[in-house]
């Protein structure tokens, strides 16, 4: 799937709730490799390489601040 112009339109609701709180892996005991995982999962749902275009994908969306 293409990127789309913002937001999170293309991907689950699953993908969208793991991509949101990656920092909260000790506090919902899931592993390091689920949340690698999810990742993966969301980069390729949104057509991006890597985490640095997730990053930016993601302040262009409104979903964090730079």
């Given at each position: ?10 991907l689950s ?29 969301i980069l ?23």
């Amino acid at each position: 799937m293409q990127r789309s112009g913002g937001g999170l339109e293309g991907l689950s609701d699953r993908l969208q709730t793991a991509g949101g709180h990656l920092s909260l892996l000790s506090l919902l005991t899931i592993s390091l490799k689920t949340v690698e995982r999810h990742r993966s999962n969301i980069l390729q749902a949104l057509g991006l390489r890597d985490r640095t275009q997730l990053t930016r994908y993601a302040i262009r969306a409104g979903l964090i601040e730079p």
